[in-house]
């Protein structure tokens, strides 16, 4: 599945020629398992409610894969949105390639989850109180070749975990910044 914020929710999705606009729109489409895991491919441009009217939080479904084309060009900004991916009670399933920007209450707030992966991505530019650029709550995930930056939270500029199996790997931290802890 394909989306660009140039795309329309009127195409088929099924190419970069005929992407879709949103991507919670195109999660509404799919259906992955386990035997059938899909990949939603964004392509360069910038996701957000004044964009592309992208609609957040977004969240994922067990055996799903959101695939920017790279940090660089493929970006994700909640525009002072709360979360702006809020996965809860999911396994398997990851975001690559892609900046994620804009919240004011954690970019990410992965609870009760099982293999999550972030790779990748530039977590940079959110605000919260806890983890403002990722908040994890009792679940298994890793954060592999991840720039994360002027994040500010009150506990956890970057990253705050709570009873979870967290690792993080390859990562580039820099000018986060919390005000009581972390």
């Known amino acids: 599945v ?3 914020p140039m795309g329309s929710n009127n195409n088929d999705g099924l190419s ?3 992407p879709l606009q949103n991507i919670k729109y195109a999660m509404s489409l799919i259906g992955p398992t386990p035997d059938n895991p899909i990949t939603i491919h964004l392509l360069p441009g910038e996701y957000s409610s004044i964009s592309n009217a992208e609609d957040f939080p977004l969240t994922l479904f067990d055996n799903l894969i959101l695939s920017g084309t790279d940090p660089k060009s493929t970006i994700i900004n909640g525009a002072g949105t709360q979360n702006i991916f809020a996965i809860n009670y999911i396994m398997n ?3 690559q390639n ?3 920007t804009g919240a004011i209450d954690s970019a990410f707030l992965i609870d009760s989850c099982y293999s999550i992966e972030l790779r990748n991505c530039a977590i940079t530019g959110n605000e919260g109180e806890h983890g403002a650029g990722a908040l994890f709550i009792d679940s298994t995930s ?18 705050y975990s709570s009873q979870s199996n967290l690792l993080i790997e390859d990562c580039r931290l820099g000018n986060n910044r919390a005000t009581k802890a972390g």
């Open 16 to 18: 970069p020629e005929s």
């Open 2 to 4: 394909y989306v660009s």
């Open 93 to 95: 399933a990851g975001i």
């Open 98 to 100: 892609v900046t994620v």
């Open 142 to 159: 890793r954060i592999i070749d991840c720039d994360i930056h002027d994040n500010a939270g009150e506990a956890g500029g970057a990253v």
